[in-house]
């Protein structure tokens, strides 16, 4: 079986590049679970246009058949034949077991989302993203799979002081879906202690892009209010705006999942989690603009649309910032897209100059600062 590398580049820039390169020209096994899910479906998408073999796992809970067909239609046909489904459900450790034969690198991404989901139903939350996310380890363990890259959240932080989150500094989670991440990271820990099976946690934060589902009480804020706006409802804002999150778009997490999937055995790299953002904030009264505008260039009557009130959530945090300097270091983690690039993408389907722009001097910015990878052992 590969083991998921051997080596790191010096550089600190093309530490994807470097990565995808050594991919193509040694195409591994992977599995994504959750993959007809919105994350999913965009790591599938990146895995086989870059030549990987990959078996899919999902049981449409909340993802869409849908979701597989427009990414294997976009794939070439010799890519889209590289892919296996299996429609199966993780809270079943057989189907799990199943999944992992011959597997190289895992990607777990299944898992129930939201947090005023986790509160309406903790028990449903609990048994897939705890017990499904144990059943997969412990099926991983047996198929003695390289690596073993899950799906964490920002929202294990709580409520912590200071600017920015960085993975040391805990607050206590604030709702079930929290602690189910948090009970994911823990087992992920006990089981590299107990049976070396080599992990690595990925804290998103707020996500978002194409394919993510607008629909039901559950959705995330990006994707609700484009649909909102573009059917002339109204957005609502839980309380005064100020609330801010890091918006990360899809395709740095793609990054990250591939950094964390490939990053050198044994190296220091592995058995850590890793916030994974743009590393910028942006409050939600200024994402209702950001989104308004861009949707108001295809539709003039939006130009003047406003975002109603109502009082704050139960659960919500007030301030979500990722520190991302760990996963630059460790992972050369490098992410492309800030904000107003990935809605762009998401919104125009192109990135605008003005954002080219923007972006190549945050890049600049970020890359003066310490952030180089550190060298396989
Ligand atoms: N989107 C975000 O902003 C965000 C932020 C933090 C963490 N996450 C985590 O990332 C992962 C992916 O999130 P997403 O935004 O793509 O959500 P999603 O709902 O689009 O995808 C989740 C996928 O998991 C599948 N699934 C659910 N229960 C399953 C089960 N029992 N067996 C098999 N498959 C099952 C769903 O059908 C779906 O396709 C989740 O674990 C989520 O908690 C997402």
């Not at 309406?120 to 499904?132: D, F």
């Not at 592995?270 to 861009?294: H, K, P, W």
Request: glycine fraction near 8%.
């Amino acid at each position: 079986m590969d083991t998921p590398r051997t080596s790191l580049s010096d550089s600190v820039t093309d530490t994807i590049d470097q990565v995808e390169a050594e991919l193509r020209a040694n195409p591994r096994k992977w599995l994504v679970t959750g993959v007809a899910g919105f994350i999913g479906s965009h790591l599938l998408a990146r895995l086989l246009a870059l030549g990987q073999t990959v078996v899919g796992l999902d049981n449409f809970e909340t993802g869409k058949a849908g979701n597989l067909n427009e990414v294997l239609s976009q794939a070439k046909a010799e890519d889209s034949r590289r892919f296996q489904f299996i429609e199966g459900d993780v809270r079943e450790l057989r189907v799990c077991r199943g999944a992992c034969e011959g597997v190289d690198i895992v990607l777990h991404e299944a898992g129930l989302g939201s947090v005023p989901r986790s509160i309406e139903n903790p028990i449903a939350t609990h048994e897939v993203n705890v017990s499904g996310f144990l059943n997969m380890i412990f099926a991983a363990r047996d198929s003695k799979v390289g690596r073993f890259v899950y799906a964490s959240s920002s929202s294990v932080y709580g409520e912590v002081p200071g600017q920015s989150k960085q993975e040391e500094i805990l607050g206590e989670p604030l709702s079930p879906y929290a602690l189910s991440k948090k009970i994911d990271e823990l087992y992920a820990k006990i089981f590299t202690q107990v049976y070396k099976v080599e992990s690595i946690g990925l804290r998103y934060f707020n996500v978002f892009g194409a394919r993510q589902d607008p629909e039901g009480p559950y959705a995330a804020v990006i994707p609700r209010w484009t649909a909102a706006l573009q059917a002339q409802k109204p957005c609502i804002i839980y309380g005064d705006g100020e609330t801010s999150r890091d918006f990360c778009y899809v395709e740095n997490v793609v990054q990250a999942n591939i950094l964390a999937g490939m990053a050198p055995a044994n190296s220091p790299a592995v058995n850590q989690i890793y916030n994974v953002g743009a590393g910028g904030e942006t409050s939600l009264n200024q994402l209702f603009t950001m989104i308004r505008d861009r949707l108001a260039e295809g539709d003039r009557r939006l130009r003047d649309a406003t975002a109603q009130r109502q009082p704050f959530r139960e659960g919500d945090i007030r301030r979500s910032l990722a520190d991302i300097s760990k996963a630059r270091k460790l992972l050369g983690y490098s992410p492309r897209f800030n904000v107003a690039a990935g809605l762009d993408k998401t919104l125009l389907g192109a990135t605008r100059a003005s954002d080219a722009a923007l972006l190549a001097t945050e890049m600049a910015a970020n890359a003066a600062a310490d952030v180089r990878p550190v060298h396989a052992a």
